[in-house]
């Protein structure tokens, strides 16, 4: 495998990597996210009730910012904001909630109006560390909404200046949420800051170690297996019932024969016969128990001409339940596959259908899912790849059962049997010693058998409870393996910090600067058969995504879209297109699916949305965010309130607003935007044009006289 880097040039601002797969390598991630079954966890992270206190409220609003949820963060902070509970803080968090993923484009009128209010109510708090960095974010923005609408030709030195005297955990709040804005501040220093730590974070807190265990369900404990009985054919029963009555009967007829035999050879006759027979029994019985665990071996690894199906076995066990078994113990037994020469495929088929049928049987009606067993398969997957290299399993495959030695104590038991039959002939128990030659004879091999199979249940019994152990121990570490497993914020950050990082990838391929851009729009859509994972009252996150990137210019619109592989950042396949205003037919989002069942609220829940982008040369862009159903709580989730968030989260919300806009006005949409800027900057710094002072300040000049601000309006 070969790992193709582009470095950070003046067209790329950062690292590119395609994993490319060549000769006999195969593509993979260090451990990997199977695709099947999304992961659900129920967590507290964004929970949140009307009742709860505001202290709560803000802990779950700083969790759906940090988690990339921005316009619910804005949602819940302006309902403490505007219910008596402003404080410095939580004023700066909602400012930086409402700049989140927006560009100056798209600072409207009711998001204008939700800045100015905001400012102005800090004004009423004392100056402190959360107002000061209020006061930044502001001189930030006037800068880089100055230099977008070319009244001032030179930067804020002023907010540059205050912004590198803000602690280290505000500038990096700063830069990621104001990230579409800075790139547009011509302070170079500034911007070159910005996309290199877009460039390093992206990949930072060990992303490639850690994502795929989001993944990743809660491990479902191992399950103690009770070892099978063997089966007693039923001849077996007849001849170890009519042996061993003759057996009996030569007893005692041996008893009887010491009125008038020799005492002593009848004694030591019976003596040797019984004792000897037992041994041979015992003994026999040890070497029909190895026979036993050899043919079991061999039937568990040996190459099955017949492809198991995954079929229910009954016992109320879902199909699907077996075929998500099935098909997850092959993926990881392919994850597994060492890269040396042999068939590791047909030499481990017999243990694959092996374990899938263990597995069925000890969670199938356990209330587990399969995702929470996936740890146990990929432990005896490595199990197995171990005991390949070694040689071991080909042993177990092609272990012969008549290659098992009889143990000596075997030859020395018949012998002694032989000698004691003789001693009760000569001492006059001769019918004795026919009975009982006769009975061991006959019941001989039944009796192996039988102690056999005993003896192998038990055996079999101690490996089970060997391999429960080692299962234990597998499971635990796998727990300490997942104890650095990201938060659902942590994944929220590094999408955004991808969708920033692309965004400026394309702009440097158009060779454009973020002042060209007039508006840009970013969707994200899960890839086909991506692994999925979510929180409760989150978003969906994806092992890989589809990334579509528009850039609105002064020369029409740049379209990008290129794969992303989340777990390890790499990206490619781009598709180019680029075209006219004028070509854009409608912009509309519908169902992309049926309704089916029902959220907490009894309403039904949509089976998906798809959004369209039209164009008049009949061709299309589509996105579509999957319904929800196999990773909701219907009992406590608000299936709509999910929805909304996913259209959010992929950027589908943003991209209806801003190109329903541009499809309506056509090529006016230019003119209009720009005319759209030149008020935005009226707004903010007066009719002059001339710098106005900072608004925080400008508000606080006049709070004696006014009144509280009105509710903003949020959609």
Partial sequence: ??????????????????????????????????????????????????????????????????????????????????????????????????????????????????????????????????????????????????????????????????????????????????????????????????????????????????????????????????????????????????????????????????????????????????????????????REAERLRIRQLRARHAHPTVPKRPVSPGHWVSTAF????????????????????????????????????????????????????????????????????????????????????????????IAAAVVGVALLVAGGGAVAAVLLAGGAFYAGRAAWESVGARLRQRTEQVEEDTLFRAEQRGHQEWIELMADRPTDDEMGRWLELDRMFLWMWVVEMYRLSPHDVIANVILTEGAPKAARARVSGGPPRFSRYQVTIFLLTGNGVRQVSVDLDFLQGGYGNERRRAYRYDVLGSAAIVEAGPRSKTDQKGASVMGGRKFTLSLLDQNSVEVVVRDFDDIIDFEREDGDRLMRMALETSGIAHALHVLEAVTAEGSTWLTRERERTRRRSRDWFGDDGAAAPDITHLFSENRAVEARPARPQFD
């Fill in 1 to 286: 495998m070969s790992e193709h880097y582009t470095h950070p040039s003046a067209a790329d601002p950062g690292p590119r990597v395609e994993n490319v797969a060549s000769d006999h390598a195969r593509v993979e991630q260090q451990i990997g996210a199977i695709h099947g079954d999304p992961v659900f966890r129920n967590e507290s992270t964004y929970n949140i009730n009307t009742d709860d206190p505001p202290e709560r409220k803000e802990e779950v609003a700083l969790n759906f910012l940090r988690g990339g949820i921005p316009r619910q963060a804005e949602q819940v902070l302006h309902g403490l904001i505007y219910s008596g509970q402003a404080t410095t803080k939580r004023l700066y968090h909602y400012v930086l909630a409402v700049l989140s993923e927006r560009s100056l484009a798209e600072i409207d009128e009711r998001v204008f109006t939700n800045l100015r209010d905001a400012f102005r109510i800090s004004a009423d708090f004392p100056p402190d560390t959360w107002r000061t960095a209020l006061d930044v974010v502001d001189k930030l923005v006037i800068a880089a909404q100055k230099q977008e609408d070319d009244v001032f030709d030179v930067t804020e030195p002023e907010a540059v200046r205050r912004f590198d005297d803000l602690p280290a955990a505000r500038r990096a709040e700063i830069n990621r949420h104001l990230g579409l804005i800075l790139t547009g501040v011509r302070d170079e220093r500034l911007r070159s800051a910005t996309i290199q730590r877009i460039s390093a974070e992206r990949l930072g807190a060990g992303r490639i170690e850690r994502a795929w265990k989001f993944f990743q369900a809660d491990p479902a404990p191992p399950r103690p297996a009770t070892a099978g009985r063997v089966p007693l054919a039923e001849d077996n029963r007849q001849r170890l019932l009519i042996g061993g009555g003759a057996v009996v009967v030569g007893v005692a007829a041996g008893l009887a024969a010491l009125g008038t035999g020799n005492i002593a050879l009848v004694v030591l006759g019976l003596f040797l016969a019984l004792s000897g027979g037992y041994a041979a029994v015992r003994f026999g019985g040890e």
């Fill in 322 to 413: 077996v075929q998500e078994v099935h098909s997850r113990v092959e993926a990881r037994f392919q994850h597994e596959r060492p890269h040396e020469p042999g068939d590791w495929r047909g030499d481990t088929q017999g243990y694959r259908d092996h374990l899938k049928d263990r597995l069925v049987w000890l969670y199938g009606n356990a209330q587990v899912k399969p995702a929470e067993i996936d740890w146990l398969m990929r432990w005896h997957a490595k199990r197995v790849r171990d005991e390949w290299r070694s040689g071991a399993l080909a042993a177990k495959r092609h272990g012969q059962e008549s290659a098992v030695a009889s143990p000596p104590a075997l030859a020395a038991g």
